[in-house]
């Protein structure tokens, strides 16, 4: 990695608090928390500033299916904890050799050859069932767990140091089974006088579970959709049994059933609900699915955990913009509704034309002011010096268009090609 794309990242990671890639998430209409959320009352549209009064107006693009763009604003009862300070506004240019610049990434997806899940002490003493379908597996459990035993298929029991391979130190209740016990039902018991978190691991099964959420943002109030593939070497099987839960960072969980499809997979739109007295911060919430099935008369469990950041629109992009041409470089005025005081940042990557009339990146725009409630304005401005030094010409694009609550850490808004510049220049 060159030292231009590593100052790309750091500043980036800097400038917006924000150290992971986002996925857009579409808001066509206000969401379910919104349609109840007190009305604002907000100043009428603002007028660009005195430098850009004579700039070109221009709208952003229409959001697609992929972006991330609020219908509303909703007042935030957190409070912003961004540092105080005024405006900043810089650039800074793009390596062209750069191949790595990802204006809509794929939301994280996760793949599982084993599960987990948390028993109860009872259950534990009384036998827990353990599905293996590989042999040698690999098991943990909590240290609440003391007492181990497993029963094989066969009937014969299975000790720590005998049958039972430790992994680690002996605190850390880590084994593994021996290969030549084979696969099957086995069963777990100890002692316990709390809850014990157990996970299974069969690193060589050919059995994955496969999950992916449509997004890694979502607004509160709004639904998000998960996808699980249950694949046998390569190929969808069907599942007996299937759950995934969207658990709050609190712990309080929402479950659900996935519904089979066509294709072979399992699908399920999860509400993404804050209780009445609470409001989702900045921490992430979890996404858990279990399926269950049989292959060739092997009993099989699998689980798999992925993540999502959950925003409260505490300020939007109204989709009004000026853009000014002069002889210090271009600037992009972008209008924004404002409903809670904070810090807003706004980020974006210029594009230009080359020779060819292809797109290709120019420099990296950043500016960030704190801002209060009412209709604001964030300048983006891009050098002179960096757009003559890129060979690019016009018309030029504003790409991966991103705002950024800084006070409270939302991402408010992400936009894969936001804005072509249409003037006459």
């Known amino acids: 990695m060159n030292s231009t794309h590593l100052a790309f990242k750091t500043?980036?990671?800097?400038?917006?608090?924000l150290?992971?890639?986002?996925?857009?998430?579409a808001a066509a209409s206000p969401s379910r928390s919104l349609a109840h959320a007190t009305p604002l009352r907000l100043e009428p549209a603002a007028s660009p500033s005195p430098t850009l009064a004579r700039a070109t107006p221009l709208r952003l693009e229409p959001a697609t299916a992929d972006d991330l763009r609020a219908a509303a604003?909703?007042?935030?009862?957190?409070?912003?904890?961004?540092?105080?300070?005024g405006p900043v506004n810089f650039t800074w240019p793009i390596d062209q050799a750069s191949d790595d610049?990802?204006?809509?990434?794929?939301?994280?997806?996760?793949?599982?050859?084993?599960?987990a899940r948390t028993v109860d002490p009872a259950a534990l003493r009384s036998g827990v069932t353990l599905a293996i379908s590989s042999p040698g597996a690999f098991f943990k459990l909590s240290p609440a767990a003391r007492e181990i035993r497993v029963t094989t298929p066969d009937g014969r029991t299975l000790r720590p140091g005998a049958g039972l391979n430790p992994v680690g130190p002996a605190d850390d209740l880590a084994f593994t089974l021996d290969r030549d016990l084979g696969t099957g039902k086995f069963l777990l018991r100890a002692e316990a006088d709390a809850p014990v978190r157990l996970d299974i691991l069969?690193?060589?099964?050919?059995?994955?579970?496969?999950?992916?959420?449509?997004?890694?943002?979502?607004?509160?109030?709004?639904?998000?959709?998960?996808?699980?593939?249950?694949?046998?070497?390569?190929?969808p099987v069907a599942a007996e049994q299937q759950s995934a839960r969207l658990v709050d960072p609190d712990g309080r969980a929402l479950t659900r059933r996935l519904t089979a499809q066509a294709d072979g997979s399992y699908r399920v739109d999860l509400p993404v609900q804050a209780p009445a007295q609470a409001e989702p911060d900045a921490r992430l919430w979890t996404i858990e699915v279990e399926l269950a099935a049989t292959i060739a008369d092997r009993p099989v469990r699998r689980s798999a955990t992925t993540a999502v950041a959950v925003s409260v629109p505490t300020a939007r992009l109204t989709g009004l913009a000026h853009v000014d041409h002069h002889r210090d470089g271009l600037r992009a005025e972008l209008e924004l509704e404002v409903a809670s005081d904070s810090r807003y940042a706004v980020t974006a990557v210029l594009h230009g034309r080359n020779r060819d009339g292809q797109l290709q990146p120019i420099a990296v725009g950043q500016s960030a002011a704190p801002l209060t409630p009412g209709r604001r304005h964030?300048?983006?401005?891009?050098a002179a010096a960096t757009i003559a030094a890129s060979g690019?010409?016009?018309?030029?694009?504003?790409?991966?268009?991103?705002?950024?609550?800084?006070?409270?850490?939302?991402?408010?808004?992400?936009?894969?090609?936001a804005l072509v510049d249409r003037s006459d220049h």
Not at 19 to 25: G, V
Not at 211 to 218: L, T
Not at 397 to 416: N, S, Y
């Open 73 to 85: 604003v909703v007042v935030s009862r957190l409070p912003s904890t961004a540092p105080v300070g």
């Open 101 to 115: 610049l990802v204006a809509r990434p794929a939301p994280h997806s996760a793949a599982s050859t084993g599960h």
């Open 392 to 417: 690019m010409r016009g018309p030029f694009e504003l790409h991966d268009l991103r705002l950024v609550d800084q006070g409270r850490m939302f991402v408010l808004h992400r936009q894969a090609r």
């Open 11 to 17: 500043a980036l990671t800097i400038a917006l608090l």
């Open 19 to 25: 150290a992971a890639s986002l996925a857009p998430e």
């Open 202 to 235: 069969e690193r060589d099964s050919d059995l994955v579970l496969l999950i992916q959420a449509a997004r890694d943002v979502v607004f509160v109030g709004d639904s998000l959709r998960v996808e699980a593939r249950l694949l046998h070497r390569g190929r």
């Open 378 to 382: 964030i300048t983006l401005a891009f």
